[in-house]
């Protein structure tokens, strides 16, 4: 999903109004009437921390299903929820729908219809556990603030065991955006093993390459072009290894070829 803006080419929880009120004091605590009244104060802010929750435990329960049932009916939950909060993110990133090229042009440059199209076309997929990591990270990233917000209503020092959590979380921030960009790239070559066992369908990784060409040009999120860009000097550098044999480090020169033919253009990054 979309971040904010960013600061210093890095991604940040998005779509969240700051903790506190106006002024930047702490509130005194009302108590869980005062958490709600936020909610009802900020409605879009508050529907788009509720998908994001739910996709959190529609994806532990789909890894973990001690609730019982069909675990696959989680993996949709958690992707429907994700497309929601996509949804409602666009809109506010381009709340004024217009039925012309531009539009659609700028709307191809949001995160947010990246992971739109991304929960379409794994709703029509193989169940992937893989492919519910992103979202799972990104829910939790980004309903960090105003999970913070909500406890501030509730009293400045409520729950502090789930505020250290939040802070150890967001100090991971940058480590956690480049594990999610590998998890992207990866759910790739599964896609393409999927397809000879059966599993898979010949479309999908068509219609996942266009998502990876979006998040490889993505204006906020520098993630994907850098992993990419470490993953190949990597393989570079095992592949000039004396003991890597030369018929493996063939392969992998041409499989670096072929990525850097099909890679996108890169964009110019505008001033944030």
């Not at 802010?45 to 532990?60: H, I, N, P, Q």
């Not at 670096?256 to 033919?261: A, S």
Request: proline share 7%; glycine share 6%; net charge positive.
């Amino acid at each position: 999903m979309e971040s904010e803006d960013t600061q210093a080419g890095e991604e940040r929880p998005q779509g969240e109004a700051p903790g506190g009120p106006p002024g930047g004091g702490v509130p005194a605590g009302g108590g869980l009437s005062a958490a709600v009244n936020h909610i009802m104060a900020n409605k879009i802010d508050g529907a788009l921390w509720m998908t994001r929750v739910f996709t959190v435990f529609s994806t532990v329960f789909f890894i973990f299903p001690v609730l019982g049932g069909s675990p696959y009916s989680f993996y949709q939950r958690a992707l429907i929820s994700n497309g929601i909060t996509s949804a409602l993110r666009l809109h506010q990133r381009l709340p004024n729908f217009q039925m012309n090229r531009v539009f659609f042009q700028q709307m191809l440059l949001e995160d947010s219809c990246h992971y739109l199209f991304y929960s379409i076309i794994l709703l029509t997929s193989y169940p992937i556990t893989l492919a519910l990591v992103p979202v799972f990270l990104f829910a939790l990233l980004h309903a960090t603030r105003f999970t913070l917000a909500l406890l501030d209503q509730i009293g400045p020092t409520s729950i502090q065991i789930l505020r250290n959590l939040i802070t150890k979380l967001q100090a991971q921030n940058s480590s956690v955006l480049r594990f999610i960009a590998c998890s992207e790239i990866f759910l790739m070559p599964v896609a393409i093993f999927m397809i000879f066992t059966g599993r898979g369908s010949l479309i999908f990784p068509f219609l996942y390459y266009r998502f990876l060409s979006l998040r490889y040009t993505s204006r906020r999120n520098p993630y994907s072009r850098t992993v990419f860009f470490e993953l190949r000097q990597t393989i570079e550098h095992m592949c000039r290894h004396p003991q890597c044999p030369a018929f493996i480090g063939n392969l992998c020169n041409k499989a670096i070829g072929l990525v850097l033919r099909l890679a996108p253009a890169e964009v110019t990054q505008p001033a944030q």
